[in-house]
């Protein structure tokens, strides 16, 4: 009897869960055709199409942007300046953090300082990026990097002063080095709340990359806007805004995916959404 009763839970979660999937679908499409209804009831108001443009007119600036293969090229090179950026952070924010937490005199040597740089936002970096790389993908790289470095670091920095004290001495007393600790005690102790710095930090970092295009850039999606914008198209300006909503949704989807491989006790939490 056990396997019919294992197989008609199975089946009635599996029949919950294609409903919930469904519940938020239907939802989603009632968000959108709500907006879409706005939208279009002010595109009439307003009757200008500079200000505010209607759905034909935006369409129509898409299937320009998209005939001419200049939206494909801008998304492209905005999405290798994020995770170039990203990863650049990634990498130097992760072994920092957790050297500091494990290292009381880096610690204090180092944090104080974080603690000064980090309120400063990566806008206002944007005119020493210039002077220092140009207004190539250097100067994205670096504002890309800086505005995922401190939402990897504070999460992941936090997460090692989150170790248990009782996994350090027990890894100790098996004879594990100050290399060992890092690696196979901090690293996977602190690795959910590394994982929540890297989705913040993403989206940071996809945010400043739109705005260092707008003034130091010659492609890319910030860029793409700026120029409509002094033509006068706001059609084309619409597209994209709504392309930099469009992938960074995705891109946060993409990591709650990759969340319920990698920390799968997490992601399938009964709080979680």
Do not use: C
């Not at 936090?158 to 007393?173: C, D, K, T």
């Not at 084309?236 to 805004?241: C, D, H, Q, R, W």
């Not at 319920?260 to 979680?272: G, Y």
Request: hydrophobic content about 55%; overall charge positive; cysteine-free.
């Amino acid at each position: 009897m056990m396997p019919t009763i294992d197989s008609s839970t199975a089946l009635h979660q599996g029949r919950h869960k294609v409903g919930r999937l469904l519940a938020a679908l239907g939802w989603s499409l009632v968000s959108y055709g709500l907006f879409l209804l706005v939208w279009l009831l002010a595109a009439k108001i307003v009757g200008n199409p500079v200000l505010l443009p209607d759905l034909t007119t935006v369409l129509a600036s898409l299937w320009q942007l998209i005939e001419d293969n200049s939206l494909a090229r801008d998304i492209l090179a905005s999405l290798e300046r994020v995770l170039i950026g990203f990863f650049l952070a990634v990498i130097l924010a992760v072994p920092l953090a957790l050297t500091m937490s494990y290292f009381t005199t880096l610690q204090r040597l180092l944090l104080p300082i974080v603690t000064l740089l980090r309120p400063i936002p990566p806008i206002a970096w944007i005119p020493l990026a210039i002077l220092w790389f140009g207004i190539k993908n250097g100067s994205s790289f670096f504002i890309t990097a800086l505005a995922a470095f401190f939402p990897i670091f504070l999460n992941a920095f936090a997460g090692g002063l989150g170790v248990e004290p009782h996994y350090i001495h027990a890894a100790r007393f098996m004879g594990a080095g100050k290399v060992d600790l890092l690696l196979r005690v901090f690293l996977p102790a602190a690795f959910p709340q590394i994982w929540t710095g890297l989705k913040i930090g993403l989206g940071q970092s996809w945010m400043a990359v739109v705005t260092a295009e707008l003034v130091a850039a010659q492609s890319g999606l910030g860029y793409m806007i700026q120029i409509h914008r002094i033509n006068l198209d706001t059609g084309s300006v619409l597209v994209g805004m709504v392309t930099i909503g469009v992938l960074g949704s995705l891109m946060n989807f993409a990591l709650v995916r990759i969340e319920r491989i990698v920390l799968p006790w997490q992601a399938n939490h009964p709080h979680k959404t």
